[in-house]
């Protein structure tokens, strides 16, 4: 539904959430994430799970991609999964968008499942690493494409791309050509888009790969903002580090199994994780 406005729609509660919470001095509090708990929602992150997947398998003939995988995130969790190349992060990700079909396994979202349910009903949308943007709509056209495709009036597609976009940043690029802009503008724009049908998750596919270190770190923020309104995140991430740094916990997949769980400061910590995964 679009947001109405009034003060029992959930746009509304997102929006003054998001305007009037941490502003100014927001980066300050971007680290640990262990102290930006208590930011959602006025208090700490939900304790109840909003997403369930439980023993979650894919194989792909004799290969095994993902082996009995579970995980839980609450209502405005930030959660990282890493691991090296084709450990399962990716499959992982298109079983839950409903791109895969899990060959075991369960998912539930918001106390309902949703495994057997098509992508479009799933409100699940996922910023794929290519971005797939439309390279011949300028930004705002870009991010209206969900609502227009949802049969949204145009003066209120209007409204709430404007909206999301000076959140994230680049309401000045509006009416730019998405071909003209970098690579992390590009990337904030596809986090827009995703974002306009006020999903229950976004999932975000490396959203970093290919952007400078100062670009991420901006990138980072934004993303951390988009969790405080209670959208729960869902990122599979290269750059172990910089995820472990800013997610509430991680999940750390090794052939297709989860080898570890825990907070990003306790993985960083961790000496065998140190070892193995981290360089040392």
Known sequence: ASGTGRPDDPCHRHNEFFCHAHTGSDRACRGPASERRRHVQGGDIMTNAHLKMDGLAKSYGSFIAVEEFSLDIAQGEFIAIMGPSGCG??????????????????????????????????????????????PFMTVRENVEFGLKMRGVAGAERRRRADDWLERLGISTYADRNVARLSGGQRQQVAVGRALMTQPKLLMLDEPTAGVSPIVMDELFDRIIEVARTGIAILMVEQNARQALNIADRGYVLVQGRNAWTDTGEALLANPEVRRTFLGG
């Open 89 to 134: 992060k990716t499959t992982t990700l298109r079983m839950l968008a409903g791109l895969e079909t899990a060959d075991r396994g369960q998912i539930t979202l918001a106390g309902n499942r949703i495994d057997q349910l098509p992508v479009w009903e799933r409100e699940t949308p996922m910023v794929w690493q290519s971005l797939a943007l439309f």
